[in-house]
């Protein structure tokens, strides 16, 4: 069974001040490892996919990166509008279902 | 442009009513997955619709759950005799590729169910 651990659960940054969040998992094979933006009462918005160990993408403040074991989120110099639940999910090759993380809740004080 | 649309967006029900839930995919998508999110956790799969099959219901929690797309597009989430359990957010997402290709979703804000 595919497993999505997130950590830390909350992190609270002050503006400027750059962070990583980890998204650990395990399967017995991976498709893809897919991060996603929640804003509170709102559905999950898409961010990345990375496909192999040693990928990166970046978006604005954020870059995504993957090993064989965990993904990073890097936020660079991070702004209040950044503040929300940064969610990983994994794809194991033999489904088409995501499976997700709980969440990293970041918030960010100007 | 129309993104997911979900209702109704907060519903209350007293325990052992009927709820139906409704999403309006974005247009021309083929696939529709419902997801579970209970408070402080992640999405949990339920079930998935390419066009008007049901490829999956694995994650349907009971037979007290159970979901349509009859022609295709929009999809009914239903559940019958409502427990307290049943108390969270239900989101539907839809992509416009098929089975495996299918981990970059578009999701609606959701339905929020409170059984009371």
């Known amino acids: 069974e595919d497993q999505v651990t997130q950590s830390p659960e909350a992190l609270r940054l002050q503006e400027g001040e750059s962070s990583s969040l980890n998204c650990s998992y395990t399967?017995?094979?991976?498709?893809?490892l897919f991060w996603y933006r929640q804003d509170p009462g709102k559905g999950p918005e898409f961010l990345f996919t990375l496909y192999s160990a040693g990928e990166e993408k970046e978006k604005e403040r954020l870059k995504a990166t993957l090993t064989k074991k965990e993904s990073f989120l890097h936020i660079t110099a991070p702004k209040p509008e950044d503040s929300a639940t940064y969610l990983c999910?994994?794809?194991?090759?033999?489904?088409?279902?995501?499976?997700f993380g709980a969440g990293t809740t970041v918030t960010v004080r100007a | 442009g129309a993104g997911v649309s979900q209702s109704p967006r907060y519903k209350v029900a007293k325990r052992g009513q009927d709820v139906a839930l409704r999403c309006d995919p974005i247009?021309?998508?083929?696939?529709l997955f419902w997801y579970q999110q209970a408070l402080g956790q992640g999405p949990e799969f339920l079930t998935y619709f390419q066009n008007e099959a049901q490829l999956d219901k694995s994650g349907l929690p009971s037979d007290r759950f159970f979901a349509e797309r009859p022609e295709g597009s929009v999809s009914t989430l239903k559940i019958q005799r409502t427990q307290q359990e049943d108390s969270a957010v239900y989101l539907c997402?839809?992509?416009?590729?098929?089975?495996?290709?299918?981990?970059?979703?578009?999701f609606g804000e959701g339905s929020r169910l409170t059984v009371l």
């Open positions: 997402a839809s992509s416009p590729r098929t089975s495996r290709n299918t981990g970059e979703l578009f």
């Open positions: 247009s021309g998508h083929v696939s």
């Open positions: 399967v017995s094979g991976l498709r893809g």
């Open positions: 999910a994994v794809m194991d090759t033999n489904d088409y279902k995501l499976s």
